[in-house]
């Protein structure tokens, strides 16, 4: 099994990096192979909204000249997902954010490419607005039928400088404890496959409030 794990933070071994790395650490050690891809670094185009993702069913996205299509493929072929990013005015990173934006509508456009993957979020931060980045982050994993995995807290730790969240003891214990329910829950999973029918999917019914 796989777990791909995305870093939005400009700092590539920044607090969130420290973050993924923690959680990563329990899954390998249930021989659960991981990777870091490094999102916040690259300059990530916004969603335009042009819908071609519906129209040309190729599970890529039209804008050209970043990784996102690549990307995509990677959360494809993984078994589980990690969103981290750290927080800037209380929200997600902007690459984060348009990567996200770009590779989940593609992934809805193309027959739910994530659904019944199992998916978690991180959040790094020094002081406030950790939460709130942590819902931002589940909105995708929900909105796509993912599994997902918890902790005995919000997934949220706390640090300015990079790797001083590993002086939050209570942060690392969530980490630490992230990782190991997902290592379960990805076994979970895995071991239930062709023994347990998944329930059917259903096609997305669209309600417009405007008459």
């Known amino acids: ?51 071609l993702c519906f129209k040309n069913q190729d599970e890529k996205c039209v804008i050209k000249n970043n990784d996102v299509n690549n990307w995509i493929q990677k959360m494809k072929e993984a078994d589980g997902i990690i969103l981290g990013s750290p927080v800037h005015y209380s929200s997600l990173s902007a690459s984060m954010k348009s990567f996200l ?28 607005g950790g939460l709130p980045v942590f819902n931002e982050l589940n909105n995708y994993l929900t909105y796509s039928e993912m599994m997902i995995p918890t902790s005995n807290y919000w997934n949220v730790i ?5 790797g001083q969240v590993h002086q939050d003891e209570e942060g690392v214990q969530i980490m630490r404890i992230l990782g190991k329910n997902m290592a379960y829950l990805l076994e979970l999973v895995e071991n239930g496959k062709n023994k347990i029918e998944a329930p059917e999917k259903e096609d997305k019914v669209y309600t417009h409030f405007i008459r």
């Open 1 to 51: 099994m796989k777990v791909v794990a995305f870093n939005g933070s400009p700092k590539k071994e920044g607090n969130t990096y420290h973050a993924l790395k923690l959680v990563c650490e329990q899954l390998e050690e249930k021989g659960i192979e991981t990777e870091i891809v490094n999102v916040g670094i690259k300059n990530v185009k916004a969603c335009t909204a042009c819908n």
């Open 101 to 128: 934006d770009r590779a989940f509508y593609v992934a809805g456009a193309n027959g739910s490419l994530f659904r019944h993957k199992v998916g978690a979020s991180v959040a790094a931060v020094r002081r406030s």
């Open 158 to 162: 706390h640090g300015l400088m990079p």
